[in-house]
């Protein structure tokens, strides 16, 4: 990240600290999207079991928000909400951590992934145990926390049905909501015989049979469970209370059995009252599961006396979250609540899957809140992983204008790359010609238009074999949007002629490709 | 610098340039519902969205409240290929109303700081609730002393819960205004369950497989 005198984007005095570090955590892919694009888009068994599940939690969300009649003002306090909540952090935070020290919990603050990992170990050491039991969070996958337990010599168990698959199968998430969505019961079936020991050898593929056979394996290791680790989806500044949702009753077993509880949450997760969970109570489990509430939801408050972990604690990370709050556009990420609608309604999503993405942010969402943690620099193809279609800000619970943060991210990393003054290379070269396709508002439209009959035609039945237009042009020669009028390398010479072209260096060195490589 | 100043102070760089305003947060959503706690059409809506999420409910009486706890427990237990003791095991927080439990022949092992191993030898739990809402088919333990701590509605397959009927709302908002954020709180709907095999809804994973509701009119 550069500095730009006068420019429109603002970045923080420190980035090298702002943003997310390099080498820990999973934030970055080893490829960029364009490439593992067009990999995914050669699976077609991964392209049925993703626009398999993706359609059916479409027509549930559908049914299940359709049944609120005041599902706009929802939408609109959620949104007011999460904007207030921002403006008010710093004192915020204060609040919280004041409440939960009251309450008899203890809170660390993390600037990073590194110290945040470096923080849970030391937790987990003081216990003596070398397990600790999870509940999926996001945050922890983030920052790779299971890789740096597992360096301390610690087992870290995931306890989601999902993430179990996913560990199980020593794989990736893929969807935020549901990590194995690339999976199908067949896979899955595999996946337990082989991994699970003392596994019932006449195994079926029936989900009932499977999710059996997980309660078996699992069982055993929560009723002796001694550390808890857990995200939090919403934290209460006002009383100090955390909350987790979840379906299977996991999360009830890590929060509730283990002696020593540690809570890792980033520091864009607080409401500002008890009040406000009402509100996304009823927006969360409708947009996620597609249910008018999730099986579970847990709140706690410090430690509650003969009642659960008696060890509380609780880890506030920034991890490129204030270099995200820094832009003033692209600081609507934050509000996010993990719901994962926008990924399912994306049509570069279904044809993709999540691996692509590069990041445990997949989807929309990922696109936009990936290059902010990271700094854009080293996830600049995610801006342009869109068509710009908008269906993801129509489902958003929380109103979290995706589009806009997209076209803002893609000018803010153009202006970066000039700052620098360095000439793109190929890689973005290709990216920057599918957005010289958007920038022209004509163009974009038709390529808007043309991208909803390309998911009509899709229709769930997974057949086409690439991205959207405009974004085709990365992955398919027949999709091709109609030739610019002008060529890419013409626009760039009339548009940066302020340039000195001779001052321009090429760099092509992979830590230029846009990716980091880890 | 610590961590924690550190963080605070990106925190205030970052808002520094442009102050966002705090706007207030506007509340035009529903508040409360159309119907007072306990109506009846809010108790018939209560059971649709329990039932719809595969929970089994009952109404009753406080003349018959035990004889409904009493089968809920047989019926709940009575599952194909689950074991379960003779008679069967019931945990109960030390506050339950013992008159409940009069017309049940399982055994009634009053929680006195069972370990977890005691629990899991456990078919069942019974429990009361503090507040039900309607329009999720949603009921809320908060540690009260016929509730009882967290893990013993946790361990056991089994869950009856008795829900008064005046303890039933009908929205979200009212469920909330009535719950003391200061206790443990467990929000349940439905038995545990899971999607996450091609998104097929299955009941019953990690906490109680088979959750019974007992609705105690008056
Ligand atoms: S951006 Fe909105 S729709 Fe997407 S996961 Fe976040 S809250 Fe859900």
Redesign the pocket.
């Known amino acids: 990240m550069v500095m730009i005198e006068g420019g429109p984007f603002r970045h923080d005095a420190d980035p090298n600290t702002a943003t997310a570090p390099r080498g820990v955590g999973h934030l970055r892919g080893d490829v960029a999207f364009p490439t593992a694009a067009r990999a995914a888009l050669t699976d077609s068994q991964l392209r049925r079991n993703i626009g398999k599940a993706t359609g059916t939690i479409r027509a549930k969300r559908a049914d299940v928000v359709a049944e609120v009649a005041d599902w706009e003002q929802l939408r609109e306090a959620g949104r007011a909400c999460k904007a207030a909540t921002m403006a008010r952090l710093p004192e915020l935070l204060v609040q919280l951590e004041e409440r939960v020290v009251a309450a008899g919990g203890t809170v660390h603050w993390a600037r990073d992934a590194v110290e945040a990992n470096a923080i849970v170990v030391d937790l987990v050491r003081a216990t003596g145990s070398d397990e600790v039991v999870k509940v999926k969070s996001m945050a922890t996958q983030e920052i790779g926390l299971n890789e740096a337990l597992a360096e301390a010599g610690i087992a870290a168990l995931e306890t989601d049905l999902a993430e179990l698959i996913v560990q199980l199968g020593d794989d990736t998430p893929s969807h935020?909501l549901v990590p194995a969505i690339h999976r199908n019961r067949a896979e899955i079936r595999e996946i337990f015989l082989r991994e699970m020991p003392g596994v019932d050898p006449e195994l079926t593929d029936e989900p009932r049979r499977l999710a059996m056979a997980a309660r078996t394996h699992l069982r055993r290791r929560f009723l002796s469970a001694r550390v808890g680790v857990s995200g939090a989806n919403f934290a209460v500044a006002e009383t100090g209370t955390l909350s987790v949702v979840e379906s299977e009753g996991n999360g009830r077993m890590c929060l509730t059995l283990p002696d020593t509880l540690i809570t890792v949450m980033g520091i864009e997760k607080i409401v500002p009252t008890w009040r406000d969970l009402e509100v996304f109570l009823q927006l969360l489990p409708r947009?996620?599961t597609g249910e008018r509430m999730n099986p579970y939801t847990s709140m706690w408050t410090g430690v509650h006396p003969g009642d659960g972990p008696q060890d509380v604690h609780l880890v506030l990370l920034d991890n490129g979250r204030t270099a995200t709050l820094a832009d003033e556009v692209g600081r609507q990420?934050l509000?996010?609540?993990?719901?994962?609608?926008?990924?399912n309604v994306c049509p570069v999503y279904e044809r993709t899957g999540g691996h692509a993405y590069g990041s445990v942010y997949p989807?929309?969402?990922g696109a936009i809140l990936s290059p902010q943690l990271t700094g854009i620099a080293d996830n600049a193809s995610l801006p342009f992983a869109s068509s710009l279609c908008g269906a993801?800000y129509d489902?958003?619970?929380?109103k979290?204008n995706?589009p806009e943060v997209l076209v803002h991210l893609r000018a803010r990393h153009v202006e970066e790359r000039r700052a620098s003054r360095t000439v793109p290379n190929a890689e973005e070269l290709s990216m920057a010609a599918v957005g010289w396709v958007m920038a022209e508002p004509r163009r974009y439209a038709a390529a808007q238009r043309a991208a909803r009959a390309g998911r009509m035609l899709a229709g769930g039945r997974g057949r086409i074999r690439s991205l959207p237009p405009p974004l085709s042009a990365w992955t398919a020669s027949r999709d091709l949007p109609a030739p610019p009028t002008e060529t890419f390398r013409d626009w760039w010479a009339r548009t940066h002629a302020d340039d000195d072209r001779s001052d321009h260096t090429s760099r092509a060195s992979s830590s230029d490709s846009g990716r980091h490589t880890s | 610098m610590s961590a924690r100043d550190d963080v605070l102070a990106r925190v205030r760089r970052a808002l520094a340039t442009d102050e966002p305003s705090i706007g207030d947060v506007p509340r035009t959503y529903r508040q409360r519902g159309d119907r007072p706690p306990g109506d009846p059409a809010l108790i018939d809506l209560f059971v649709e969205r329990l039932t719809d999420y595969r929970a089994h409910a009952r109404r009753t009486t406080t003349d018959d409240v035990a004889g409904h706890v009493a089968r809920a427990i047989s019926e709940g237990l009575d599952q194909p290929g689950r074991d379960r003791h003779a008679p069967p095991r019931i945990v109960v927080p030390s506050g339950l109303p013992t008159n409940w439990l009069s017309a049940t022949d399982a055994d009634v092992i009053p929680d006195a700081g069972l370990t977890v191993d005691e629990l899991d030898a456990c078919d069942g739990v019974v429990t009361a609730a503090s507040v039900a809402i309607a329009e999720t088919g949603t009921i809320v333990l908060d540690g009260e002393s016929d509730q009882g701590r967290r893990a013993i509605s946790l361990v056991p397959d089994l869950h009856v819960c008795v829900v008064r009927t005046d303890q039933i709302v009908e929205t979200v908002p009212e469920g909330v205004a009535r719950l003391d954020p200061g206790r443990p709180l467990t929000w349940i709907s439905g038995p545990s369950a899971t999607s996450d095999i091609e998104l097929d809804r299955v009941e019953g994973v990690h906490g109680p497989r088979t959750l019974h509701v007992v609705l105690l009119d008056g």
Not at chain 1, 335 to 343: D, G, M
Not at chain 1, 395 to 398: D, G, I, Y
């Open positions: 935020i947009s996620s990420a509000a996010c609540i993990r719901c994962s609608a926008c990924l989807g929309p969402i993801c489902v958003c619970p929380v979290i995706i």
